[in-house]
Antibody
């Protein structure tokens, strides 16, 4: 059974960089066949896709966040990470990591982490 | 404001059926058969319930079904049970630039 677990600071100061890591267990990121995504949920709001990474390091980001987002992968640790720069209160949200199978004929997220709340405040 | 429009809330009694709609555009819901639905209980991670408009992943009860007509997708839950009370989100592929968009979520109350 694949499991994903987010980790990182729960409080970040405005203008600083938010950094989170997702640790994958029960499967290897380097086996390929999946995109590994970050998705966030503002308090009481809907979901917003942030971006994904493939095990090779190729990425794609939400155009609305692209200038501030960096997603990286560490296959030796079976982890992938999110960095979001120049944060403001509007970036306060629960951040999820999730897995998306790559088939060329489908699009969905089949496994999600439990989520971690990140609050941006001084 | 979310890209896909869902009703904020729906309700039904145990044993009844409810349908949750998800309205998009020809650039997302109407353009691809890649609509998925997620169930989220308070404080929990979203769970995939429907993919590719109407496919049920292994382990999802057959009480859950999905469909699409034009730019509106729908999730129907029949034989409502207390444990179905949760928030439900739709998601659609939106092309190679935007990639995916989500709905704002619908709170299902089982009366």
């Amino acid at each position: 059974q694949v499991q994903l677990q987010e980790s990182g600071p729960g409080l970040v100061k405005p203008s600083q960089t938010l950094s989170l890591t997702c640790t994958v267990s029960g499967g290897s990121i380097s086996s390929g066949g999946y995109y590994w995504s970050w998705i966030r949920q503002h308090p009481g709001k809907g979901l917003e896709w942030i971006g994904y990474i493939y095990y090779s390091g190729s990425t794609y980001y939400n155009p609305s966040l692209k200038s501030r987002v960096t997603i990286s992968v560490d296959t030796s640790k079976n982890q992938f990470s999110l960095k979001l720069s120049s944060v403001t209160a509007a970036d306060t949200a629960v951040y999820y990591c999730a897995r998306e199978p790559i088939t060329g004929t489908t699009n969905y997220f089949d496994y999600w982490g439990q989520g971690t709340l990140v609050t941006v405040s001084s | 404001q979310s890209a896909l429009t869902q009703p904020r809330s729906v309700s039904g009694s145990p044993g009844q059926s409810v349908t949750i709609s998800c309205t998009g555009t020809s650039s997302d819901v109407g353009g691809y058969n890649y609509v998925s639905w997620y169930q989220q209980h308070p404080g929990k991670a979203p769970r995939l319930m429907i993919c590719d408009v109407s496919k049920r992943p292994s382990g999802v009860p057959d009480r859950f079904s999905g469909s699409k007509s034009g730019t509106t997708a729908s999730l129907t839950i029949s034989g409502l049970q207390a444990e179905d009370e949760a928030d439900y989100y739709c998601c659609s592929y939106a092309g190679s630039y935007t990639y995916v968009v989500f709905g704002g979520g619908t709170k299902l109350t089982v009366l």
